[in-house]
Every structure is written in structure tokens, then in C-alpha cells.
């Protein structure tokens, strides 16, 4: 069975940091680009971040860019979000998606897997 699995969230103090783990089982991440998206209660789903399937191309929400950083470890078979210098409008529920396409799509439709999510909240 194909399947996503976030972990690493958590409660955080605003300008803490936590590092988001997407972990794939029943298939190799390694051709995959991995997307990083956030909801949190009454707000669409946004995009966060994504990297390529060679790890060589990354982008970022306005939002978080100089904050968060996506990485990926293709012989461990998951892609990390490391989360810095975190706000309380970050607090969402953090989902990572897997698209068959080797470059970042420009829409969440693109994405052919997704995972539970994990709750990421920053608040004092």
C-alpha cells in the first residue's frame, strides 16, 4: 500500500523550531517531487514548500521563505521540513504530497499521494 506519513509536530513557543518529517512506504520517493501544504480550521489549504525529485530545485511560500528550509534524503526515503524562528500563524495542520512529476507543479491537483498530516502549534 502506498502510503505518506508525516511526524515531528508538535506545541512550540513562537520563535522555536521543529523539523517535520514525510516518510513514504509501498514506494520510493526518489522520483517523485514532494510538496510541504498547511491548513489551518477555516483557511484553504495552502502551499508551503516543494522539491524536486533530484532535491536540485526548491521553492517557498512568501510566508516562510528564510524560515523554513525543505530537504530530502532519498536513501532514507523522506523529505524534511526544518521549521524556524516559527510564529503563531504558522499553527496549521502540516500535510506532505507526493507528485509523480520530477518538477514542483504550479497546482495541488498535480499531487498524487497525500499523507494524515501532523499538528504543528506555536503559541505561548
Known amino acids: 500500500q502506498l502510503q505518506l506519513v508525516e511526524s515531528g509536530g508538535g506545541l512550540v513557543q513562537p520563535g522555536g523550531s521543529l523539523r517535520l518529517s514525510c516518510a513514504a512506504s509501498?514506494?520510493?520517493?526518489?522520483?517523485?517531487?514532494i510538496g510541504w501544504f498547511r491548513q489551518a480550521p477555516g483557511k484553504e489549504r495552502e502551499g508551503v514548500s516543494c522539491i524536486s525529485s533530484s532535491g536540485g530545485s526548491t521553492n517557498y511560500a512568501d510566508s516562510v521563505k528564510g524560515r523554513f528550509t525543505i530537504s530530502r534524503n532519498n536513501a532514507e526515503n523522506t523529505v524534511y521540513l526544518q521549521m524556524n524562528s516559527l510564529k503563531p500563524e504558522d499553527t496549521a495542520r502540516y500535510y506532505c504530497?507526493?507528485?509523480?512529476?520530477?518538477?514542483?507543479?504550479?497546482?495541488?491537483?498535480?499531487?498524487?499521494?497525500w499523507g494524515q498530516g501532523t499538528q504543528v502549534t506555536v503559541s505561548s
Open positions: 504530497a507526493a507528485t509523480a512529476r520530477k518538477s514542483c507543479p504550479t497546482t495541488r491537483r498535480a499531487y498524487d499521494y
Open positions: 509501498g514506494f520510493t520517493l526518489d522520483y517523485y517531487a
